[in-house]
T-cell receptor, first 112, second 115 residues
Framework: DVKVTQSSRYLVKRTGEKVFLECVQDMDHENMFWYRQDPGLGLRLIYF???????EKGDIPEGYSVSREKKERFSLILESASTNQTSMYLC???????????FGPGTRLLVL | AQTVTQSQPEMSVQEAETVTLSCTYD???????LFWYKQPPSRQMILVIR????KQQNATENRFSVNFQKAAKSFSLKISDSQLGDTAMYFC????????????WGAGTKLIIKP
């Protein structure tokens, strides 16, 4: 079974803090994704990585950056957290030619 | 641009009943993939079922089946003999055939199975 894990289930941060969300997958998947999930909006892609050190912006990259130094690990960084970044963050992975994405349990982030 | 619409924000049915969740999409593509994902409360999002647009036969996975109407751009999910464990958010999603990552998501339907 594919396993995608995220470093925290719940996180509370202050406005202006730098926040790191980490995601690890154990199935040697090339593709990794960060989504943001908000009620009534579905999932929105923040960033996508198709290989180590490679990344592409998704639909809502503003205020976020990512890092992929190793194939199995994909980090999402909020450089200066703001209250409008309070949300559920989902990480996913897939094979390079795969259509199915496998998700982590999510991190619920509250920015005060 | 592609869009996915789930018109039912919330539904509830009795255990053992059959329920159908609706999904419509808008695209000018001819080849694409459609997905239903399930997100149980406080648990991971998982794939329920997947349909390739070039296949005429509707996909089925045990109690889950789809009604894929390509001309109408409709992709509904039918859950037969519903169980309490089916309680979840259900998301419909679209992917172009030429893409290996860009999923377009619907807003989701919250399904509650009542005992």
């Amino acid at each position: 079974d594919v396993k995608v894990t995220q470093s925290s289930r719940y996180l509370v941060k202050r406005t202006g803090e730098k926040v790191f969300l980490e995601c690890v997958q154990d199935m040697d998947h090339e593709n990794m994704f960060w989504y943001r999930q908000d009620p009534g909006l579905g999932l929105r892609l923040i960033y996508f990585s198709y290989d180590v050190k490679m990344k592409e912006k998704g639909d809502i990259p503003e205020g976020y950056s990512v890092s992929r130094e190793k194939k199995e690990r994909f980090s999402l960084i909020l450089e200066s957290a703001s209250t409008n970044q309070t949300s559920m963050y989902l990480c996913a992975s897939s094979l390079v030619q795969g259509k199915t994405q496998y998700f982590g349990p999510g991190t619920r982030l509250l920015v005060l | 641009a592609q869009t996915v619409t789930q018109s039912q924000p919330e539904m509830s049915v009795q255990e053992a009943e059959t329920v159908t969740l609706s999904c419509t999409y808008d695209t000018s593509e001819n080849n694409y993939y459609l997905f239903w994902y399930k997100q149980p409360p406080s648990r991971q999002m998982i794939l329920v079922i997947r349909q390739e647009a070039y296949k005429q036969q509707n996909a089925t996975e045990n109690r889950f089946s789809v009604n894929f109407q390509k001309a109408a751009k409709s992709f509904s999910l039918k859950i037969s003999d519903s169980q309490l464990g089916d309680t979840a958010m259900y998301f419909c999603a679209f992917m172009k055939h030429t893409s290996n990552y860009q999923l377009i998501w619907g807003a989701g339907t919250k399904l509650i199975i009542k005992p």
